[in-house]
């Protein structure tokens, strides 16, 4: 940790946490001065009005934050690695000394558990520090020549101005992880936060504007998302636009970006299959799956969503599932042992509910939960859906939500043909023993992350991304660095 992030780090909270636009170093309301109401999904009820910008207003917002950052990255992508390193340190030491106080905003907006919510902003310091560091290593090569009068080098240098328009199941992490990389890279930063949850990302703008970053290199504004989106993709100045949310809005913002050729870095959900094998311990993978299952209360691209069960071992493992399944505790993300919170909007939750009943229509079995909780708040019960059908909506359908539906396979390509059988390609799930039966499922999963006898496929020194309708492009890592760089290539001639 540099000095400065200690100074920061022991400082610890200075006043309270912002809930306005940021825009060429300016906290400010929206230019029409409108307002959004946000509400708490673990109560229905209404917590705070934030500025939120509509119609011509919205594009108005955008575009002077676009203005602000192409006049930053002027100056940004000339300034060294190592000093970008040090913004982006501060602001992880900036969060660690507030991790208490966002963990409780982000459980207000999202109904995600306090726990989880703090371990997704101590999460987002992994991330901040380590491409802080990956900016210094932003290599170019030189290559050999044919003569030796003749010199060939390659170079890499930040895109542009970049936009990101992330989702609210992850308020944090979706917008830290571009961002980190795109700043890390020398470039400006345009965000627009999911309405649902923005004073998760409004924070992060603070940690970042209050270590030093130089007004115009981190933006973001809030409003209606088409007029917004229509700003980044027409405006030629915007180089690189990633997006989280589902494959609809990325197919219309694939072709928005044919008219001025914008780099799109898309992450589009999953639809992740388990398979499991008879050769793994059946009740402490259930235990496993039941918690890693529920995280978020399923509203997790990269969750574990659909079960292939050996059929030596389903019964087993079913039984084992049920009975986890009812241990969880459900609450309010501030309430004490909180394991599942509600689903973010009572329309997500009816959503839920539809596949569901559909999905029973067709077949499926109920085992466990099967409907919404009478409480206040979005609360849908963890669910257990066992023998359902091909072609039932909770295996065809991202859920996002706490629902598990269940079938059987006898071979492995019998799984395989099962878990490929999607539009999606995200993550996914391999529990085995069996070396042969690890290589070869992994091989053959038609997926852009495969977790064999582990649940977390993120972290800030791997890729993220996913293949066919799950998008394009990769996150984090050394490929996440890249998405924001041009490579360019030099000649030199007559060196004598």
Same mark, same amino acid.
């Given at each position: ?10 400082? @610890? ?11 060429d170093g300016r906290w400010r309301d929206a230019a029409d001065g409108g307002r959004w109401r946000l509400i708490d999904p673990g109560r229905g009820e209404v917590i705070a009005e934030v500025p939120y910008a509509r119609a011509d207003a919205a594009a108005a917002d955008a575009a002077a934050a676009v203005d602000?950052? &192409? ?27 507030? $991790? ?7 459980? =207000? ?23 802080? $560091? =990956? #900016?210094?290593?932003?290599y170019g090569r030189t290559i050999p020549a044919r003569t030796s009068s003749r010199r060939i080098e390659v170079m890499l240098q930040p895109v542009g101005v970049v936009a990101t328009i992330t989702a609210w199941n992850f308020p944090v992490y979706n917008v830290v992880r571009s961002l980190a990389a795109a ?22 703008? &603070?940690?970042?504007? %209050?270590?030093?970053?130089?007004? @115009? ?5 809030? !409003? ?15 180089? &690189?636009? $990633? ?16 008219? *001025? ?10 639809? $992740? ?10 009740? %402490? ?33 079913? %039984?084992?599932?049920?009975? =986890? *399944? ?51 708040? +979005? +609360? ?16 065809t359908d991202e859920i996002f939500g706490p629902v598990v539906p269940i079938q059987r396979f006898r071979t492995l390509d019998e799984a395989l043909a099962r878990a490929n059988d999607t539009e999606y390609g995200l993550t996914a799930f391999v529990m085995t023993h069996d070396l042969n039966t690890s290589i ?7 997926? #852009? ?16 991304? !996913?293949?066919?309708?799950? #998008? ?13 760089? =041009?490579?360019?290539?030099? +000649? *030199?001639?007559?060196?004598?």
């Amino acid at each position: 940790m540099t000095p400065d992030a200690a100074k920061a780090a022991d400082a @610890g909270p200075a006043h309270a946490l912002e809930a306005r636009l940021l825009i060429d170093g300016r906290w400010r309301d929206a230019a029409d001065g409108g307002r959004w109401r946000l509400i708490d999904p673990g109560r229905g009820e209404v917590i705070a009005e934030v500025p939120y910008a509509r119609a011509d207003a919205a594009a108005a917002d955008a575009a002077a934050a676009v203005d602000a950052a &192409q006049r930053a990255f002027a100056t940004w992508s000339r300034s060294s690695p190592y000093q970008r390193a040090e913004v982006l340190e501060r602001a992880a030491a900036w969060i660690r000394a507030r $991790a208490d106080a966002l963990a409780r905003c982000t459980t =207000e907006e999202s109904g995600k558990p306090l726990g989880e919510a703090k371990g997704e902003w101590l999460s987002a310091c992994n991330y901040l520090t380590w491409f802080a $560091a =990956e #900016g210094a290593r932003a290599y170019g090569r030189t290559i050999p020549a044919r003569t030796s009068s003749r010199r060939i080098e390659v170079m890499l240098q930040p895109v542009g101005v970049v936009a990101t328009i992330t989702a609210w199941n992850f308020p944090v992490y979706n917008v830290v992880r571009s961002l980190a990389a795109a700043l890390a890279a020398g470039c400006a930063v345009v965000v627009r936060p999911s309405e649902l949850t923005p004073r998760s990302a409004m924070a992060l703008a &603070q940690a970042l504007h %209050e270590s030093g970053a130089p007004a @115009g290199v981190v933006n973001l504004v809030n !409003g209606d998302p088409e007029p917004m989106a229509r700003v980044f993709l027409d405006d030629p100045r915007v180089r &690189q636009l $990633a997006f989280t949310g589902s494959p609809r809005v990325g197919r219309l913002l694939m072709d928005g970006a044919s008219r *001025t050729l914008t780099r799109l870095t898309l992450e589009l959900g999953g639809n $992740a299959p388990v398979l499991v094998f008879p050769d793994v311990d059946v009740v %402490e993978v259930a235990r496993q799956f039941a918690s890693w299952k529920q995280r978020n209360a399923g509203q997790v691209c990269v969750a574990p969503q659909r079960l292939l069960l050996h059929e030596d071992v389903a019964d087993a493992f079913t %039984e084992a599932l049920v009975a =986890e *399944t009812a241990k969880l505790r459900i609450g309010h993300g501030l309430e004490d042992g909180t394991q599942v919170g509600p689903l973010i909007t009572a329309r997500h939750r009816e959503r839920v509910a539809d596949l569901v009943s559909r999905s029973v229509a067709a077949g499926a079995r109920v085992l466990a939960g099967g409907q919404p909780l009478e409480r206040s708040g +979005f +609360f849908y019960a963890p669910t257990v859906l066992d023998a359902a059908p091909d072609g039932a909506p909770v295996l065809t359908d991202e859920i996002f939500g706490p629902v598990v539906p269940i079938q059987r396979f006898r071979t492995l390509d019998e799984a395989l043909a099962r878990a490929n059988d999607t539009e999606y390609g995200l993550t996914a799930f391999v529990m085995t023993h069996d070396l042969n039966t690890s290589i070869k499922a992994s091989e053959r999963l038609e997926f #852009g992350m495969v977790c064999v006898n582990d649940w977390l496929p993120a972290t800030p020194e791997a890729p993220f991304g !996913g293949v066919k309708g799950s #998008g394009l492009g990769r996150e984090t890592g050394a490929e996440g660095m890249l998405e924001y760089m =041009e490579r360019k290539t030099v +000649f *030199t001639g007559n060196v004598r």
